[in-house]
């Protein structure tokens, strides 16, 4: 806890240093100077502070590439463990990470929640539960801000989905507002004092997120006291006047945007108090000085030590194996896991995902890994040539960037391709190789120049026969090479400025190819004008100054060069053939980057492609099969009976190949719980839509009864696999369980018996089902134990008392639950262990 006589003494300091600005230097403050980093000021000893996605890695002052950093294991993945010390370790790992970039806030972690399971983007986020996303953002905060690196809790507020992110309207009761959606930004502030937030995209209740007085203002400034800093997400400020009165306190990112000149006129007309401008720019020098950005006169800024360990040590090959791992859930197993590594037999290992490993999800949390790990690779490496890999069917339904080891410039002889920019008179403007299969042009990229047109020329590595050519990003594209040529006008589709950079049209086709075949990919590029798009549409409803309108990025340009794939028929008769010759088969599906992703929602839960089809017949031929499904998100699993393992296995970074690989056989236990309910079908869920309605409206009808919460109640069929699901390789006895109350609250104490021949870790969940009719059970409190094989431990499980109140509408306070009820103790709701009653 601040001693509050130097926060004081501190603030009337940050408040001379916002004195001594002119309302001309102090609105520079609060717009990005580029898309990554703030404005400094020498006067008051202010240093350009730098920001970097996250959350699941640090990825660095470039959107596109960027250096090599640390790829960790999606948040499902974290939160899986229901382990505060893993959530609190990746923090530190993070602020390692940023540190070693000098970077001084991380835009993570995502605490909106898994609400509906088309959600796009619901693999950065932690759960579908609220006090479990709140525990786990706490005590990452925690970790990373003790390292005096910046969290930041985005997004500010109800933002679950993607489609038509930057219009869309959340309309959700304020009671669910608090109980739910508020809920793991209010712990995160309370029990980790996060120091910034981020303004989502979305419209709450009819006022843009930007604007919001009553969340921003009233709730998190006013209520929770909170003396930190909201920036806006980006592109996401609206207009002017009501953002800089709304309690947003930086327009990101710049340098233009809509404050600069029109807060300062909007100040001299008096439409905007210039002390809300002073209270933004105090809260920015607060966050400046809380990372070492702000120092005395005369002084250098801080800049960190370059002692951390690199990514690709030892040290983090142990950190980022251990904690995926940690976060697997085994989810059926009928004792063929984990896999007997000194056995004899062969294991079949079939799937595109395990020779294509998914690591991380697409969007603003993609970053540059320095190298990757499949499942192939990690199994391999543990039970040697036992295994047989085979490939598996199409995962994915758009083309996707070369690998650049497929590529050779043929200028500098090295992986990659040669780059030359056209003015529109055809003048060179620059000559460059690029080791990427992608560009980035007109944002944060290299290229300041303003092209017409993109040479793209590289020598493939291919053999005689047919090669898949395409391209990425909008613009008239020819492809040629070898004899062969494609080409396509590709341009944007949609609304959604960020969504067109994030997922940029594309084409590919199959043409036959000399070896070592050298292709030329010409693009008279075409950017986009939004405002002209978007004003033209005036359903959308945006103001001449919306940021969005700014955004005429061209995004990612990419060139699509692969060997042409073999038919699904042909690679199912070969798993089949390989199942059968084996006595396990291992066959790795999941979701890929098109799927779960930032700015695009899911339409189904099925598997992409004929994977389905390729789990049947494999089960049919093997002896025994093991299913690992490389996905955060919860997938339909037709072939569930035929199968006798089904292994979880998120996306699990760049070791991730190596920890599916410890998971399977048992080198690390698979100690993971689900954190989002599974659902047994399309639409059987507590809410589904994320299509907003033609006044683009989303309703959030399902109220506090969201996952779990919903499905017990009946409001959709049981789930195939409940929320806190997770059999790890232990086995449990619980004994009957005690309430009591202590100086920490409400306690729960079980006695709990490891009846399996190997030491485990069990994850004591404790929900209560309260007497009001109206009101849902819900997850209150969780414990892990490490306890021995044979052992017996007593775990005793705090209810956090912010799950034991109700938001009265009527009266807008909270007030305690009416007492009585049952706390519920169970491996998740479908495996319930313990009741007691509560009087
Ligand atoms: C995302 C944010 C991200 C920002 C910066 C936006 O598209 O919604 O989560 O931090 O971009 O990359």
Redesign the pocket.
Known sequence: MADPRRTLDRTARLAELVGRLSLAEKVHLLTGETAFTLPGNDRIGLAPLAFS??PTGVRGLK?VGGDAVALLPNATLIAGSFDDEVAAEVGRLLAEEAQRQQIHVV?GP?VNLHRSPLGGRLFEAYSEDPYLTGRTAAAYVRGMQEHGTAACL??LVANESETLRNFMDSRVSETALRELYLLPFEMAVADAGAWSM?AA?NDVNGVPATEQDHVQNRIVKGEWDWDGLIMS??FATKRTVASANGGLDLVMPGPDGPWGARLVAAVRAGEVPEESVDDHVLRLLRLADRVGGLTPEGQQPRRWAQDQPTVDSPVRREQLRRIAARGMTVATNNGVLPLAVDAGGAVALIGRHAIDTVDMGG??ATVNPPYRSTVAEGLSALLGDRVHVTDGVAVRARPVAADPAFLTDPVTGTPGMQVVLLAADGTELSRCHSDSSTISIGWDDEFDQDPATAVLTTTLANDAGPVLLGAIGTGDWTVAGGGAEVSARLRVAGQDP?GTMLRPPAFAGTVELPAAATVTATVALHPVDWRELLLREPSLGLAEESHLLDMTALGRTALVAAPAPRHDDELIAAAEAAAAGAGTAVVVVGLTEEDET?AADKTTLALPGRQDELVHRVAAAAGRTVVVVNAATPVLMPWLAEVDAVLVAGLPGQEGGHAVAAALTGALEPTGRLVTSWPAADGAAPAWDVVPGEDLALPYDDGTFIGHRGFHAGHAPAPLFWFGHGLGYGSWEYGTAQAHESPDGLEVTVELTNTSARDSRETVQVYLDPAEEDQPIRLVGYRGADVAAGATAAVTVTCDARLLRRWDEATGTWSPLAGGGELVVARGLGDVRARVSLA
């Open positions: 996605d996250g959107f835009l995502t985005k997004h981020m995209y997400d980006w969007g603003s960020g930032e």
